[in-house]
């Protein structure tokens, strides 16, 4: 059996904002190649949690583990790219930092597959909105990163792009080892995607459930059984977490 | 100057020049000379000499103040940003000097500086100019995408990259629109003081011009003084602003 | 009856308003003039001459040339007082005006701070301060300074500065020299703590030409009013005369007169006159000096008279 190595770990974390608490003695292991999904509704926090393992933001108290001081490297929600830099100079931005400039192969590589060859010398405003979030993806991993942190990478992307992120996401990460960590909303994508869940809800301050998927990741579907039965359990976590709405039939009935 | 100088616009002068041909048959030369008793008088300023000269001294003048201007601007603006306290002692000290109007300045320039002659217009250039820098680099900087910058740091940029590559390249629009807007008014402050308190320079020739009556001579120069800011405005910072503004969403 | 008697009242009311609202017989007279003596014949005429009752004199007393030639043009006043090259170079350009007579041809004296200039060549490199841009004194400076040696523009700082701010400026020991006319040159020595009187302009004149009466300052009427109201322009011109004379005859009168008005005491409005030569000479004489005057003028200057010789239509 492999040996599975922490490359990050989070321990008693919390943070509060303006009063209101909203992660509360959390604790989250990353582990080295794999990758990791924190999946939650909108407000559970995840953000939060996201921006506080990834070193955006500092908790209000707790530990952060690094093992053997990782290189970060991040997606965001919204393209973060320089609009006054072409899509190559953008990549070489950020190599910069890490002396890794001259990697012209590494660039071509990445721009061959993600579909934006020809628009390596293209300003930002060029592209349309799924091709920038193609290039603020291919940028992470421009740097050789050992943990890549993605901010619901698919939110803006029509289904085919969807595919086609899942799919280079899928493949730089089996060929190369990097550690992958994203946050999401959507339980299908999670599924698809991720060797392990986490479930986040905002009602318990912190981490409610963990799931590890098995199957290979480029043979899953939805409506395998296996993934499906994964998806139904996920469902109800949620159904229970809203609260019943039938009490209120009867005022319904009478105001409407 | 192909972008700015388009058909209508020509049209337009030449119906303008009809008009004031027109005009100027019916009217005497004190009130409306023709085009061509001002371009004789055009002619003969040139050919003096006199109107290198004082070209010459009131460039020279203007440009010593935008400069001191444009330097101090970008200063303050990046002091009073960095700098809250400073922000909230000084920025309302601004809008009063802006909202001045340039005619007390000149006065109290007259009082203060007496009979030497480039201060005046060097101080007015300065006071009026000085407010129109900052406030357009202050709201640049305000304006940041911080979004960008926290990007950066996450990649852990060094601080000189940020503000080499990211600061400078996002205040550039607000500067060179800054540079534009502070030149306009730096070349008309400059004739301005030069008219009420020099004895040197185009708005002294302006002057002089006009206590002689001779209206021709007032047109004159006071085309010399269109003809260069057209250049400026339409050649010179139209280039600067494409430059800059490349990688904009058209 | 009582209808009858009505009808005769209303009459005689309506008769009265019409008497009323006719136009009075008499014309308002409008003068600009600035505070120097020439003023003082109309002030005169308004306080103590018997003037006709047609007449009914308004005087503006200002210094603003540029206010009063702009004025006369428009047919807002009647009579100004200014330089003659002011006149003369207006009229060049078109304006209808008439030039009266030639009244001050002597009042201007350089004055220096700090140090007596004994020659043009002193005044090398200092700022020398004019009243009235475009006037006889800007040329007179310029003149003056080129026979002796300088360039106006290069060795000297000239700077425009209107009465009596300049003077003003003066006596606070801003200026290194002025051109000031009487009675400011007066008022400036008394009150400027280190002023000197360095320069007669006169006599510089007088040593270029030899005679020390330069045309300095003329009455000049609209050319639409001698037209409209011959009369009562000679009626004018005939008054101003007398006034002149009167000025010259009861010095202490006139220096009261003159405190009145400009604002300066008596005993030193006195003083000053002494300096001045406030006269009319014969028309034939006075015309001969004044085209020296506008020769020169036009030769070195030309702008300074709008670019010719006024012609005949110029001289009343």
Partial sequence: MTKIRKILELKNINKSFQGLKVLQDLNLEINKGEIGCLLGPSGSGKTTLFRIASGLEAADSGQIIKNNNPRFSYVFQSPRLLPWKTAEENLIFVQKNYGLEKEAQLRDLLFNLSGLAQFKDAYPHELSGGMQQRLELIRAFAVKPDLVFLDEPFKSLDMKTRINVRKLISLIQSESEITIFLITHDPEEALLLADRIYILAAEAKGIINEIEITQARNNRKIADPEIYQELEKIMEIFTNLVSDLEYAAEDIKNLF | MKNFITKPFWVLLIILFLIWEQGAAGLNSLILPSIGESYQALKEIAFSGILVESFLITLRRTLIAYGMSVLSGIILALLLYRFQLLKRTFRPLITIVQATPPVVWVSLAVVWFGVADDLTPIFLIFIVSLPVIFVNIFQGLEEMNTDLIEMAEAYSTPRFRIVKEIYLPSLLPALVSALSIAFAFAWKSSVFAEFIASSSGIGYQLSRANSLMATDRLFAWTIVLILFMLFVEYYLLEKLKKHVSRWKND | ?316
């Fill in chain 3, 1 to 316: 009856m009582l209808k009858k008697k009505k009808l005769l009242i209303s009459i005689l009311i309506f008769s009265f308003m019409l008497i009323a609202a006719l136009p009075a017989a008499a014309v308002e007279v409008k003068v600009q003039a600035p505070t120097v003596p020439a003023a003082l014949p109309f002030l005169w005429m308004q306080e103590e001459a018997e003037l006709p009752a047609a007449v009914d004199l308004n005087i503006n007393l200002s210094s603003d040339h540029q206010r009063g030639m702009s004025l006369l043009a428009q047919n807002d006043i009647d009579f100004l007082i200014t330089g003659t090259n002011v006149g003369a170079n207006a009229y060049n350009r078109g304006i209808n005006l008439k030039m009266m007579n030639v009244n001050i041809w002597g009042i201007d004296y350089l004055l220096t701070n700090g140090f007596k200039a004994e020659n043009w060549q002193d005044l090398k490199g200092k700022d020398l301060a004019i009243p009235l841009q475009g006037g006889p004194l800007d040329f007179l400076a310029r003149y003056l300074a080129e026979k002796n040696g300088l360039d106006p523009e290069k060795d000297l700082n000239l700077v425009y500065r209107a009465l009596p701010g300049g003077a003003q400026l003066f006596m606070a020991g801003e200026l290194d020299a002025i051109i000031l006319p009487e009675p400011l040159v007066t008022v400036s020595l008394a009150r400027g703590a280190s002023a000197e009187m360095s320069m007669d302009i006169q006599k510089e004149w007088a040593k270029i030409h030899g005679d020390e009466r330069i045309p300095f300052v003329a009455l000049f009427a609209n050319g639409d009013f001698t037209e409209e109201y011959p009369q009562f322009t000679d009626i004018i011109n005939g008054y101003y005369k007398q006034g002149v004379d009167w000025v010259n005859n009861n010095p202490e009168a006139a220096a009261e007169l003159a405190s009145k008005h400009f604002n300066m005491p008596a005993p030193l409005l006195k003083k000053s006159y002494s300096r001045v030569n406030l006269n009319i000479y014969s028309d034939s004489e006075s015309r001969e000096l004044t085209e020296l005057y506008f020769g020169e003028m036009l030769e070195m200057y030309p702008e300074l008279i709008g670019g010719s010789l006024p012609n005949e239509e110029f001289y009343y």
